[in-house]
């Protein structure tokens, strides 16, 4: 490995290390919220949320049309350019904030439930501000400047989890987590603005622009189809089966996703704009995206096939009996979740290779996809919604991501099974160790959950070291922590 290859990746490392630090309180922090509001507040309070969350997501991501993505994908953009990328990211906040509010009654109407509309319109204007921030983030991650992004969310997260539980003690009702995300916002968009520096000025409106204006079009459209394929589910349960039901699997669903997406995000952070960079050295190119799908799949995996197994006990000690209902949702979810574990790494190689238009066609493909699975599953309720997406995953949108991305570019279908299928013999040796443990140990305590889920990532390891790749990047990211930890404790 040449010298610019271990510094390109020691830095990839140090990136990482302080996201991931963040992320890692952020994860921690939301978790507390999490746990805290679900003991204190009632199913259907979630449900409300997760109706107005269906409109508000929809419309946020059209207002993003995928601008922050364009600017760290570029290698060189002007002043000028991203002049005309924010204002027309601010164009596209206030027409999605207006729709949003003007869509509050009819929503009402359709979920049959009148609190919906006051509180569509508290987010519209939330989602405004929210808007106002992507680009000057885009660029402090474009130039790699992540530690203030770091302190940033600390901060925010901090205070938001703060407000948030002081607001469901006096409040007990869902306006209380609107006021925590409120928190959020505000700071991070303050925080963002006087780290960055940038300061608009007149747009820069030629040939270059709307290219790169195209491109962010069809990763909106991407986003948009993908919202589509993970909220249907939502609409069609709010709307047949009702809020408490909804509550129940936006519970479920909530709890599995938060922590993948806490993890994929910091990496993503620094991932695209590195490969962005090394898209041209295929070598380079396929080592760094190598080691960071494995280093998600390992640090995801095994915490999933635990949670799976020991669903209903972890429902019951970390959230209450009345919740238990949830746990068989969450178990079916949890098994698509081991497959999205390692297919969200996708979105880092159809943007950092510039690829939009191809990366839009398969979020259509999945939604169409997805929907069709809910719909399928729909007269079983929530339950048989998780089981048919699940099904339709394994069988379907695993083998469709595969092949889409190897089309392509240095990551091909072949070296993504070679890469993966040491981590899928690790979940079946987690599975079968942890099924068996569960009989001596006890899962509805905290001591036997944490010896679990030890043995789980334990179990899931041991096959990893019979690959001599796997070996080889884990001595990469110890000798990587030791030199960091040596180095700040000497600084």
């Known amino acids: 490995m040449s010298s610019l290859d271990r510094d390109s990746k020691s830095r990839a490392v140090t990136n990482i290390l302080i996201t991931g630090g ?26 409300l949320l997760a109706m107005s969350a269906t409109a508000a997501t929809f419309l946020g991501l059209i207002k993003d049309i995928g ?28 027409a999605s904030a207006l729709v949003l509010a ?33 680009v000057p983030a885009a660029l402090l991650a474009r130039e790699s400047r992540f530690k203030p992004l770091a302190i940033l969310d600390v901060a925010a997260t901090t205070a938001s989890v703060a407000a948030g539980i002081v607001a469901v003690i006096i409040l007990r009702d869902y306006w209380a987590l ?8 505000l700071i991070s968009t303050v925080g963002i603005w006087a780290y960055s520096g940038y300061r608009p000025g007149y747009p820069r409106l030629d040939s270059e622009t709307r290219h790169m204006a195209r491109f962010g079009l069809h990763v909106s459209g991407f ?12 609409i069609l349960i709010g709307r047949f089966r009702g809020s408490d039901e909804l509550g129940l699997y936006d519970r479920a669903y909530k709890l599995l996703l938060l922590p993948i997406i806490q993890l994929h995000n910091p990496i993503g952070q620094v991932i695209v704009p590195l490969l962005s960079r090394l898209r041209f050295e295929k070598e380079r190119y396929l080592s760094t995206y190598n080691d960071a799908l494995s280093m998600v799949m390992l640090i995801c995996q095994p915490g999933i096939v635990f949670a799976i197994l020991l669903s209903e006990p972890l429902f019951r ?31 880092w190689l159809f943007l950092s290779q510039g690829r939009g238009q191809e990366y839009f066609r398969l979020g259509v493909w999945t939604a169409l996809i997805n929907v069709t699975s809910f719909l399928i599953g729909l007269p079983w309720g929530a339950l048989g919604i998780a089981a048919a997406y699940t099904l339709v995953n394994c ?29 899928w013999i690790g979940c079946g040796v987690a599975a079968a160790v942890t099924s068996i443990s569960i009989i001596s140990l006890d899962g509805n305590s905290f001591a036997g959950l ?3 889920l030890a043995l789980a990532y334990a179990s899931y390891l041991l096959p990893m070291t019979f690959f001599a790749g796997k070996r080889a990047l884990a001595k990469r990211v110890l000798r990587n922590v030791f030199r960091k930890a040596k180095a700040f404790s000497e600084g």
């Open 22 to 47: 963040s992320q890692a309180w952020k994860l921690t922090a939301g978790f507390v919220l999490m746990i805290f509001s679900t003991r204190n507040l009632a199913p259907s309070d979630f449900g």
């Open 67 to 94: 601008i922050g993505q364009t600017i760290i994908q570029r290698t060189e953009i002007a002043k000028g350019q991203i002049d005309a990328l924010f204002w027309l990211s601010v164009l596209a906040s206030a």
């Open 102 to 134: 003007l869509c509050a009654h009819p929503a009402a109407l359709f979920y049959g439930d009148r609190r919906l509309q006051q509180l569509m319109i508290a987010i519209a204007g939330l989602s405004f501000i929210a808007g106002l921030p992507t």
């Open 178 to 185: 609107y006021l925590s995300t409120l928190v959020l916002t």
């Open 223 to 234: 986003n948009l189809a993908n919202y589509l394929s993970r909220n249907a589910d939502n």
């Open 317 to 347: 000690v970390l959230l209450g009996e009345h919740w238990v209902g949830a746990a068989p949702i969450f178990s079916w979810l949890g098994v698509a979740g081991l497959i999205q574990v390692a297919t969200a790494t996708a979105a």
């Open 395 to 423: 069988t379907v949108v695993l083998p469709l991501y595969a092949i889409s991305i190897g089309r392509h570019g240095p990551v091909t279908t072949r070296s993504l099974i070679k890469t993966t299928v040491p981590h």
């Open 450 to 452: 944490a010896a679990l």
